[in-house]
């Protein structure tokens, strides 16, 4: 049985001549390193978000790790987050010194349950991260008011929900800054690694400029707070640019993706995805729930059809993050989902015809159980 091409092949063949042009563009510029295209993505970025500014960065989690640095987030201070994430998330907390506090997960969005932030906050919290998941965002107003109430600024990851809105409004415009992964297979992905942290605060954007340049004033090149080369490659930036043009189609296409497979399922014992109020979901994985998801899994390997699993083991059960000190049992809504959720294919190129095939083979396994 043929296995289905995942990632970005079928895309580039659709779009190969552009990308190839952006890498020719970069290497007759003249300039490799933070030129014209990193300084045009930014600014074409920023726009797309109605933001001020934006600062590409070498990955989506030195976006994180640059955000919470320039917002004042160091050593000893308490980040509260969500363990159901890409660990990621949780690794960038902990890369500067800082302590993840998670709070639980909502049991249908699986996105955090921001009714259990203020019990979770302390004297030494110092920033809100809630992880816009799976495409979708975290409820915000609460979370907003939260923040205010305690003086808390809020980081949004948002590396899985580039263009996904809230009540209208597009996230990563609604935190003090937000963070952007552009890994390949993210909504919008670049053709390697690359990361952004946008914000509309002058002087988050000046940290965020010096931290990702050694930490070094330009003018005089002199080290003022130590930071790291964390710069945005110019040819991922070109690309980026490009595919920033086609983002609002690749959003549609996977809508379709996830309208059919919502369809195909409806009335069976798969639970497709439960969308919170006032969302508009990017579907940057497609999330379904069934009681012996493993059994599921297996079925389908023979037929060449391999399934992920976002995420099997929630953050703090993972053996890194024993120091932590979170037990079994301390977030259970969240590791109730781990046993049970799975993700069907979903990415803007999947074909009509290799969809209906995969949605044909899941059926019949559904009808076997
Ligand atoms: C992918 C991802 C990251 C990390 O991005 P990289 O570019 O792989 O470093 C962080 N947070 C979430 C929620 C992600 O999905």
């Known amino acids: 049985m043929a296995q289905y091409v995942w990632g970005y092949l079928p895309e580039y063949e659709k779009e190969r001549d552009d990308i190839l042009d952006a890498v020719d563009t970069v290497f007759r510029s003249g300039k490799l390193v933070l030129g014209p295209s990193v300084k045009a993505f930014e600014q074409e970025f920023a726009a797309y978000h109605g933001v001020e500014h934006c600062v590409g960065v070498d990955n989506g989690t030195n976006a994180i790790v640059l955000g919470l640095r320039a917002l004042g987030v160091g050593a000893g201070d308490e980040v509260i987050t969500v363990s159901n994430t890409a660990a990621p998330t949780v690794l960038a907390i902990d890369q500067i010194g800082a302590v993840p506090v998670f709070?639980?997960?909502h049991p249908e969005t699986y996105l955090m349950n921001v009714e259990q932030v203020e019990a979770a906050i302390t004297e030494r919290t110092r920033c809100l991260?809630?992880?816009?998941?799976?495409?979708?965002?975290v409820d915000m107003a609460p979370l907003e008011e939260i923040a205010a109430k305690h003086g808390l600024p809020i980081l949004e990851d948002c590396a899985q929900a580039h263009g996904a809105r809230h009540y209208g409004r597009i996230a990563g415009s609604m935190g003090k800054a937000a963070s952007f992964s552009f890994y390949p297979t993210k909504v919008l992905g670049a053709y390697g690694d690359g990361g952004a942290t946008i914000t509309s605060d002058d002087e988050t954007e000046a940290n965020l400029r010096r931290l990702r340049y050694y930490g070094m004033e330009k003018v005089y090149y002199v080290?003022?707070?130590?930071g790291y080369n964390s710069r945005l490659d110019e040819v991922q930036a070109e690309i980026l640019r490009r595919k920033l043009t086609r983002?609002?189609?690749?959003?549609?296409?996977?809508?379709v993706i996830?309208?059919?497979?919502?369809?195909?399922?409806?009335?069976?014992?798969?639970?497709?995805?439960a969308l919170a109020p006032g969302n508009d979901h990017v579907y940057y994985v497609y999330v379904v729930r069934h009681q012996v998801r493993d059994r599921v899994i297996e079925a389908l390997k023979?037929?060449?059809?391999?399934?992920?699993?976002?995420?099997?083991?929630?953050v703090h059960t993972q053996s890194g993050f024993a120091k932590l000190g979170y037990r079994e049992g301390s977030l259970p809504v969240t590791e109730a989902a781990a046993h049970e959720i799975f993700s069907l294919?979903?990415?803007?190129?999947?074909?009509?015809?290799?969809?209906?095939?995969i949605v044909e083979k899941v059926q019949n396994v559904l009808a076997k159980l």
């Open 345 to 357: 294919p979903m990415y803007a190129s999947l074909s009509d015809v290799d969809q209906e095939r």
């Open 129 to 137: 991260l809630p992880v816009h998941l799976y495409g979708q965002c």
């Open 103 to 105: 709070v639980d997960v």
């Open 247 to 255: 983002l609002d189609d690749y959003i549609a296409r996977r809508r």
């Open 223 to 226: 080290v003022s707070t130590p």
């Open 258 to 273: 996830a309208e059919r497979y919502a369809e195909a399922f409806e009335g069976t014992d798969l639970i497709t995805p």
């Open 302 to 314: 023979p037929e060449g059809i391999e399934l992920n699993i976002s995420y099997p083991w929630p």
